[in-house]
């Protein structure tokens, strides 16, 4: 277990009732148990704590700094790959000319029978009664 340093001393004693509190509930591990068994004042044992947490927080914001360059080289490939197949669609277009003729095959093809829709004015409906045709009986079935 660390000892308190005279820094942190002098922080702890600054503050006030309730951060006291605050900073008391938050104690974990072995610190608690020391302070109810008398080993280490309050003043103590809130310094060791506000040090503590302050290692903790240097620690969290080494790891946020190093996850947000990760982030950033990431949307920066992606943002390099995006910009390239932009230039590759771009280069892959048919030019002018050949947009005539592209555009002149598909109206021929929307002239041709096969291409025309099949008309839906024949659907029946669950509610129309179906016709059904009459065929005359011969006499031999009769």
Request: positive net charge.
């Amino acid at each position: 277990m660390k000892a308190a340093t005279k820094s942190y001393l002098d922080k702890a004693v600054l503050l006030s009732v309730e951060e006291q509190e605050r900073l008391l509930s938050r104690m974990t591990g072995k610190l608690p148990k020391r302070l109810q068994k008398d080993k280490l004042s309050r003043e103590e044992a809130l310094a060791i704590q506000l040090e503590l947490e302050d290692e903790q927080l240097q620690e969290w914001r080494a790891t946020m700094a190093a996850l947000k360059a990760k982030t950033a080289k990431t949307q920066e490939k992606a943002s390099k790959v995006a910009k390239a197949k932009v230039a590759t669609d771009k280069a892959s277009k048919p030019k002018a000319s050949n947009a005539k003729t592209t555009s002149a095959a598909t109206a021929k093809k929307s002239t041709t029978p096969s291409a025309k829709t099949k008309s839906t004015t024949t659907r029946r409906t669950a509610a129309s009664p179906k016709k059904v045709a009459n065929v005359s009986q011969s006499p031999e079935s009769k």
